[in-house]
């Protein structure tokens, strides 16, 4: 059971939690984006063996997302930070 | 029938007999004892067959480790059919069988296998049976498995725990002890689990500090919470300890097993080790027992295995068994594969030793009555020394750390010359080691690591700066000093059977046949031989299993490696991982605020998307069909009421919710005016039709989602994730008030009579269609909305959820009659509106519904709109929502029903049916489906296809009924 | 060396000194015609097909461990075709029958036993999604049957039945086609086959980088050092992604843990393999007699092969309450493979966006039932150079066009 370190609450037990996958940049304006990016953008991902830096949201506690890293080999977990009102991915 | 009870020693109460039986006779055996120990006092001698061969099989062991005495254990209405008996209580009552033997377990036909055994090696099934084998697989399947399950309801109530505790140790022994003394002087909050009744120390004697062992653990354990019965039995991620703990005593209606799940900040394992045997010819006889084993059914429960006994051993450890069975008053011969024993002779006055021997043959019927000692490096049976009768032998091959708790934490494991074992190396997570699992091997080294392990995690655990509280290190008697073991891993006599694993029958020449046939890596032995698969798990026979292995192709043991220790430590109650989760609490239903309403109307009542909502209300002697038929006539033709509480409401607020809308919503929500209502589809980024719905605009800033009840959790979490992530900066806050209101539509041409008779002060006169207004209903604050899901003129009125019964109560009264889901469906069917999952799935796009007038006039860059325009959403063959009008009127084809053609002489899919009904509206059977290219089929005859029955239909527009919408408007 | 029951008996009568290895240990060349990375039942499987069907001369199989060790050795073992888009249905179908004849194919007992998989429905609901499915099946050539209740109490008495159950059981249907495989002999027997036609199966031998010539692959960077290649393929399930990195591009893959499960072992009592549309819990009971069971993906990404206890928890919560009286029998065993799941939950079987390089990967929790045809179309690609007409749908072209196959999006059955 993963001890998951909410920016907002704390550390909890990871069943609050739900993982919402690598953070990744919408594409604007998307209507001129090519088939090609667009689909990059939908379904390709990293898919990273190690630590890598995470969506996770904290939907059974304070409802909101943030960002994690957190190794997928050891499922160590690492620093998790509030999302900036920047974009992320960006 | 050798052995037999002492008339003292042990923790046994003498006082308490209890009475149980074994095969149908009646036994006796004391408070405290384990029923194997309770066999064994008994003279019970074969307890089962082996899985491949049907050899006789006795107790082994002591502990968790046993292989053999798994056995069928009813005790009232407990029943366990794969009961390992070393690990069972005895209890009064308890009925114990043999899970194996026909005939009987003494007398097994199936025993003749054995005489088949040279043609039957590990791995014989992937070399025969083809073809053939789905002949031989229901005979192999029926020779196979263990105990027989009874499939009548367990009535047992199990829970799950969480715990969480600075310092978890793992292990009562001496050890564990040490440890959980030494980190509760610390102040820290300390948890102790062990999988006996009782510690080690409470029999095996022995004095630390200058008091009896059994004392000092009493002492040792004072403010620690300790959880016996309870085997740690995965670690997991982030130090969290699996705990099963057994609660055989439960009184009826209380929790049996219970789960516990402990997160420590440190964890202490103490897992001790377990013994392993030494590997000789015909060493799987009943009377062939563990040293160890034999030692503590000695001091533990007052039992002599046997009188007269052969000890074969490796190591010093053993000879603490001999001088307890020589003090018991046991003949006892010892077979020493190390060329002299050194002092721990000293011990055994009166035992024969034979030095640089081992057993290389047993014999006798059901069990032993001699065992032949020769040299180490005999290589045939006729090279013994002597020929010593005996009814146990005892086998002590060295000792195995129980690392699997070390192992499952990430840690690596090391291969020790020296100890003959893998002990932990380096770990991973926030853990110590300690006693016998970390190489200990006296008293006095177990309690000195345990001490400094327990140290050490409540170390960790104090502030910077802050001083340790003293406490001196337990202290007991050296041993004498010790003669390393020596490994010997099998007697060299060729063609001997010498077994690695008793339960599923792997030999040495099995492990010989892998490593010829290149199964050598040490997974491909297990698989191939099936070793260590056993309900065992191999606790007994894996290294020795490797050993052979690593010998066999010049490996050493340590590059050979291990195969993966996986959890469960020991078996594990089912029953008790899933905890409370059973039953109407696996996954809760939500009900209505009128429930108890709809079931005083006798409703039938079923799961729609995770409620529990009317179907339909049949009356007295009234088949579904007819029922349906019935209530959506009423509400075509009188007046309709229907529960739609269920029904999302979402408030979104905010100065940026107009513009944060209008780029989740597929349709153009900013222009809507407050007050008034707009049927919307939602988009999953991928284009596909996720959901729909109706938004209301309550205010400039404040709208009223209504997803399907189903989605609404999935729509607030993905406008939480949109504006989280995405759009940060907009000012809008979303709330899910679903639980809030209960909301009933009534509906039907009398719909105005009825709501005549409602108090409130909302005009209905001046409410247009798709229009909303707020007021009090009944005297209590509501809103009425007008919007039709059946194509009827129709008002939903919501008042707070607790006036939710009244109100329905009211409008009952009033002579609307209410209609359930599956009359909605056939009225909804009529009018040709879409049901989100029902209608459309997975890969539906705007398109496919014929909804593509709000995208030409949308600018925004909505959800999901650039995937609107790949190629596969541009086909023009891509299946779209129309009606299927069956050619004959009277027949209602079954949803799932398929449109097909014939293409080259096969019948293709053209698409499906999704719904369909019997229409009351138009007197005939109607259907809505998704068809390839449909609308440019409309007008065409098509075939349908129901699981071989073949029928026509001919394609149209879905609407059936009211196409203009007079009803709705006027 | 022929297995066969005279076989046995001979060797038994030698003393079964006489058994030769079931695959050789060969010296690892420094160059090959085709390369196929990852030695479970997929990439065996291609080497076969590779050497058998394409007559390819010179062919390794290299396996950074043991091979069969990965998703090869940690399934259920259910095979089945009951899918619902033809693309689908006829990838798996061919599979299914290469499985049918496999066992003689090889001469090795692969203990294929096809005592049927039975989807159950809940809901009427359910049934009208089953009927599409079945419908479905049939207009693609699979033989399926819808089953009421009753039928399915006639077949499984140990079901939960009772209709105030979370999860009545209105119905469902059956696949009698389907059932389970003895997974680690599929891998052997192709590993056996492979080698007696001259593939060279080398363990311990992990990928670390490719060898290029401009634009192509044109080898492999290895732990024993390098291997140049005619052609290479990559079949390796929980490593997909991580392949794919070091040949510089990135798949629509994310890869999870997914765990399954064993009690311990009793006499027979659940004859077919068991699965729930509800909770997507799957269980079979296995010649040894365990149940084997299993149900969805852990919640987050892992490419650590183990299980967490949560999704444990609810594993067996969802299989108590299909079968309520197995609460009192004991878990003996949980383990996890990593999956590489695509968005469509399809496999992807194709060209790698770079020359030279051919995939077979993204079979997400249903590899072990493909692993005939993943190698079978793998070899053709690695062959021909182009696709099968089985794997064209399963492109990696699909997520740019939009033409996903998602098997649970058309019928809503659990995958």
Redesign the interface.
């Known amino acids: 059971m993963l001890s998951i370190p909410c920016p907002f609450c704390g550390p909890r037990g990871e069943h609050e939690f739900q993982w919402g996958g690598e953070p990744v940049t919408r594409p604007v304006p998307a209507s001129e984006v090519s088939d090609a990016r667009w689909a990059n953008y939908l379904y390709l991902r990293t898919n990273t063996k190690g630590r890598d830096r995470e969506l996770w949201c904290h939907a059974g506690g304070c409802g909101q997302w943030f960002t994690m890293e957190r190794d997928t080999m050891t499922h160590e977990v690492f620093e998790s930070a509030q999302i900036s009102l920047g974009r992320i991915g960006a | 029938m050798t052995g037999r009870r002492l008339s003292e020693g042990g923790l046994i109460d003498r006082a308490r007999p209890v009475g149980f039986t074994w095969q149908g006779r009646s036994l006796s055996g004391y408070a405290g004892d384990s029923l194997a120990s309770a066999l064994l006092a008994n003279g019970v001698r074969v307890v089962g067959r082996s899985f491949k061969y049907h050899r006789p099989r006795g107790i082994f062991a002591a502990g968790v480790e046993e292989p053999n005495a798994i056995l069928d254990v009813t005790v009232g209405a ?5 009961a390992r008996a070393t690990l069972v209580e005895l209890r009064e009552g308890m009925a114990a069988r043999a899970i194996s033997g026909w005939p009987s377990v003494g007398v097994d036909v199936f025993q003749a296998l054995d005489l088949l055994h ?4 590990a791995g ?8 053939g ?2 002949r031989f ?1 229901p005979a ?3 020779m ?11 009535p ?1 109530r ?1 829970e ?1 725990r969480h715990a969480e505790v600075d310092v978890l140790v793992v292990g009562g022994g001496a050890a564990g002890l040490a440890a959980a003394r030494a980190a509760v002087a610390s102040n820290v909050s300390v948890m102790l689990v062990d999988e006996n009744p009782v510690g080690p120390l409470q029999w095996s004697g022995g004095v630390i500090d200058g008091m009896p062992a059994a004392d000092w653990a009493e002492e040792a354990v004072k403010g620690v919470a300790v959880l016996s019965r309870a085997t740690a039995f ?1 670690y ?3 130090n ?1 300890v ?1 705990v099963m703990e057994r609660r055989a005593d439960a009184a009826e209606g209380w929790a049996a097993d219970r ?1 516990w ?1 402990v ?1 420590a900040r440190q964890v202490v394992l103490a897992t001790g080790a377990i013994e392993r045997p030494l590997v000789f010819p015909l060493n799987d006889r009943p009377g062939v027992m563990l040293a160890s084993a034999v030692h503590r059914y000695l001091a533990q429960y007052g039992v002599l295995v046997g009188a007269e006994v052969v000890i074969v051993a490796n190591n010093d450890t053993a000879y603490g068994t001999a001088a307890a069975l020589l003090a018991a008053g046991a003949k006892v011969t010892i077979a020493d594969v190390r060329p002299d024993p050194g002092p721990v002779a000293a011990l055994v006055a009166g035992a024969r030793i034979y030095p640089a021997s081992t057993v290389i043959g047993t014999g006798g019927p059901f069990g032993i009555i001699y065992a032949d000692i020769g040299p180490v490096d005999a290589t045939r049976s006729d090279q013994l020394t002597a020929r010593v009768p005996c009814d146990i032998v005892a086998t002590s091959g060295g000792w195995t750390p129980s690392v699997h708790l070390f192992s ?1 934490s ?1 840690g690596k494991l090391r291969w020790d010359d020296g100890a003959s074992a893998f002990l932990p190396g380096a770990g ?1 997570q926030s853990q110590h080691v300690a006693g016998a699992l970390a190489g200990a091997n006296d008293l006095a080294s177990c309690l000195m690591s345990g001490h400094e392990a327990g140290r050490n995690a409540a170390a960790a655990l104090r502030e910077a700066g802050k001083r340790a509280p003293r406490l001196t290190v337990p202290r007991a008697e050296a041993a004498p000093v010790a003669t390393p073991l020596r490994p010997y891993w099998f007697v060299p006599i060729a ?1 001997a059977r010498q077994w690695l694993d008793f339960q599923n029958d792997v030999t040495v ?1 099995d492990v ?2 892998a490593a ?4 050598q ?1 040490v ?2 032995l297990k ?2 031989t099936t070793l260590g ?1 056993a ?1 065992d ?1 191999g606790k007994t026979s894996n290294v020795n299993g490797l050993a052979v292995m690593a010998g066999l192709t010049g490996r050493g043991i340590g590059e050979a490696g291990t195969t ?1 220790f ?3 430590y020991a ?5 008790a ?3 409370q ?4 609490l ?2 809760p ?1 939500r009900q209505l605020p009128a429930h108890a309403e709809h079931r005083a109307l006798f409703a039938e009542m ?2 729609y998307g995770g409620w529990e909502r009317p179907a339909f209300y049949p009356q007295f002697r009234e088949d579904p069909p007819r029922t349906i038929a019935r209530e959506a006539a009423m509400v075509r033709t009188e007046a309709g009421l229907f529960d739609g509480s269920s029904l999302g409401k979402i408030e979104v607020q905010g100065p940026d919710a107009a513009a944060f809308l209008n780029l989740m919503y597929y349709n153009e929500v900013a222009n809507l005016k407050p007050g008034r209502l707009r049927y919307v589809l939602l988009l999953r ?4 039709v996720l959901d729909d719905g109706v938004v209301a605009r309550l205010a400039e800033d404040r709208y009223l989602l209504s997803p399907s009840s189903s989605h609404t959790a999935g729509v607030l ?1 993905m406008l ?2 949109w504006h ?3 759009y ?2 907009m000012q809008v806050s979303f709330h899910d008030v679903t639980a809030a209101w209960a909301t009933f539509a009534v509906c039907g041409p009398r719909v105005g009579d009825i709501l005549a008779k409602v108090e409130t002060d909302i005009s209905l006169a001046t409410l247009p269609h798709m229009g909303i207004a707020s007021g009090t209903i009944m005297g209590v604050p509501g809103r009425i909305a007008r919007v039709s899901f059946t194509g009827e003129r129709s008002y939903e009125l919501s008042v707070p959820a607790g006036y939710g019964p009244a109100l329905w109560r009211h409008l009952l009264a009033q002579g609307a009659a209410p209609y359930g889901i599956e009359s909605l469906s056939v009225l909804r069917a009529e009018k040709g509106y879409i049901l989100i ?2 209608d459309t ?3 539906t796009l705007p398109e496919d519904l014929g909804m593509s007038g709000p995208l030409r006039a949308k600018k925004v ?1 909505f959800v999901g ?3 609107l ?5 541009l086909r023009a063959d891509r299946r779209q929502f129309v009606g299927l009008l069956p050619d004959d009127p009277g027949f209602v084809p ?5 449109a ?1 053609m014939m293409v080259d002489g096969v ?3 053209l698409g ?1 049916i999704t719904t369909s009904a019997h229409s009351p509206a138009t007197g005939r059977s109607i259907c809505l489906g998704m068809i390839e290219g449909g609308r440019a089929r409309i007008g065409q005859s098509v075939s349908l ?4 029955r073949v029928s026509r239909a001919t394609i149209c527009s879905p609407v059936f009924h009211d196409a203009a919408g007079d009803k709705l408007h006027g | 060396m022929r297995y066969s029951a005279v076989q046995l008996i001979r060797q038994g009568l030698a003393g079964h000194t006489g058994w030769s290895p079931a695959w050789r240990t060969p010296e690892l060349a420094r160059g090959y015609d085709a390369v196929v990375i990852g030695g479970g039942a997929h990439g065996l499987a291609a080497a076969y097909y590779l050497r058998k069907i394409h007559k390819v001369k010179r062919v390794a199989v290299l396996e950074r461990s043991w091979i069969g060790g990965g998703n090869t050795g940690r399934n259920t073992t259910i095979v089945r075709s009951n899918y619902f888009f033809p693309e689908s249905a006829a990838l798996y179908d061919f599979s299914l029958r290469l499985y049918e004849g496999l066992s003689e194919e090889l001469n090795y007992n692969i203990m294929l036993s096809q005592r049927g998989v039975l989807n159950l429905a809940h809901s009427e609901h359910d049934m009208e999604l089953m009927c599409r499915s079945v419908n479905a099946m049939l207009l693609n050539g699979i033989d399926v049957e819808l089953l009421s209740a009753a039928q399915i109490r006639r077949e499984v008495q140990t079901l939960n039945f009772e209709r105030d159950a979370r999860y009545p059981i209105f119905g469902g249907f059956m696949q009698r086609r389907g059932g389970v495989a003895r997974h680690d002999a599929v891998a052997w027997g192709y590993a056996r086959a492979a080698s007696d036609l001259g593939v060279d199966i080398v363990q311990g031998c992990e990928v670390t980088g490719f060898l290029r010539d401009g634009d192509r692959i044109t080898g492999v960077e290895t732990s024993l050092g390098p291997i140049s290649a005619g052609v290479t393929g990559m079949s390796v399930a929980g490593h997909s992604g991580v392949l794919a990195g070091l040949a510089g591009f990135r798949l629509p893959i994310t890869s999870y843990a997914l765990q399954a499960m064993v009690s311990e072992p009793i006499k027979p009592i659940l004859n077919t393999v068991v699965m729930s549309t509800a909770t997507g819990m799957y269980v079979s009971q296995s010649d040894k007699g365990e149940l084997v069971f299993g149900q969805g993906l852990d919640l987050y990404p892992s490419y650590a092969q183990r299980g967490n206890l949560p999704v444990a928890q609810t594993i067996v919560a969802s299989m108590l309450e299909m079968f309520p009286s197995f609460r009192r029998l004991k878990l003996l065993r949980q383990w996890a493979g990593v999956v590489d799941v695509c968005w469509d939950y399809s496999p992807i079987i194709g060209p790698a966006p770079v020359d030279g390089l051919f995939m077979n990967c993204g079979w997400g929790t249903g590899g072990f039932k493909g692993s005939p045809v993943g190698g079978w179309t793998l070899a053709h690609l690695m062959a021909k150079g182009d696709h099968h007409v089985l794997s064209r749908p399963f492109d990696l072209g699909r997520f740019t066009s939009g033409r996903l196959v998602d098997e649970a999006a058309g019928a809503g059955i659990a995958h």
């Open positions: 407990t029943h366990d059919p794969n040279r043609f039957i090696p014989f099934y992937y070399k025969t049976f083809m073809p084998w789905e697989e192999i399947r029926q196979a498995g263990l105990g027989t399950a009874r499939i009548t309801p367990d047992r199990f799950t995965a997991q991620d982030h969290t699996a789960l799940s997160k499952q990430g991973r063609g020449a010989g046949l010829a046939e290149n199964f890596s997974e491909h698989r191939y698969m309900t798990q993966t996986r959890p469960p078996p594990v109650s089912l029953g991982l899933a905890g989760r059973h039953g109407s696996y996954a239903l079923r799961e980024e991928s284009g596909i979490a939480e994730q989280q992530t995405e940060p900066a999952g029902t799935d997975g890969l860059d709109r650039r995937s325009a790949t190629p596969d959403a079954a949803v799932g029903t398929h097909a019948r293709r899919s499906w296809f129901d699981r071989g």
